[in-house]
């Protein structure tokens, strides 16, 4: 009787322990703009927000480059953000990518914005470099580990920019209902 006293509490104790993985789906998600070239009205097009579009690009050009900016929420059982000990960007299937190799890599964004106005003028501080995925031509990106921005989250939210090597990259946002950036969180 004892002994499985024991066990019980162990078993217990052990269940206790064990880390749990959060599923996440972005809670927002924008391209931002940074470029010199005009709208057809005159105003530039880096100012015009685009955080409500079906799409999200990357893309690094001469006098045009844009940004995939995530933000996710913390769940609310996640009550330490530094217990966090994994954090995974799942990347979706491109809606369009280049025909040739390419890269992406996800770097630890502000969460001081809304989709509704952000824009290549808000001022999202970018500072570390989270990971990369080398994606082979014709082939599904996979994951980037970004545990440092989740570990960074404060007040519920973290954000991170996804960026390319150069060629533009194309993926459905979270206002379109298809397939999108996902993560997995350790804690």
């Known amino acids: 009787m004892r002994i499985a006293a024991i066990f019980v509490a162990l078993s217990a104790t052990a269940y206790a322990a064990s880390p749990y993985v959060y599923h996440l789906s972005t809670a927002r998600d924008a391209t931002v703009s940074y470029s010199g070239i005009k709208n057809p009205d005159g105003s530039f097009e880096s100012l015009t927000p685009k955080g409500t579009q079906s799409t999200l690009t990357t893309f690094k050009g001469n006098k045009d480059y844009r940004r995939i900016l995530l933000g996710f929420h913390v769940p609310a059982k996640v009550k330490d953000p530094s217990r966090i000990t994994k954090c995974v960007l799942h990347v979706p299937v491109p ?19 809304d989709e509704d106005s952000v824009n290549g003028a808000t001022k999202i501080t970018s500072t570390k470099e989270l990971g990369t995925v080398n994606v082979p031509k014709g082939k599904s990106p996979g994951t980037v580990d970004v545990t440092g921005a ?18 533009l990259v194309t993926f459905y946002s979270k206002d379109s209902g298809k397939p999108t950036f996902t993560l997995d969180m350790t804690y």
């Open 95 to 113: 809606k369009d990518s280049p025909d040739q190799d390419y890269s992406l890599t996800a770097y630890t964004a502000s969460s001081n914005w």
């Open 150 to 167: 989740c570990q960074a989250a404060s007040e519920g939210n973290f954000s991170m920019f996804v960026d390319t090597n150069q060629p």
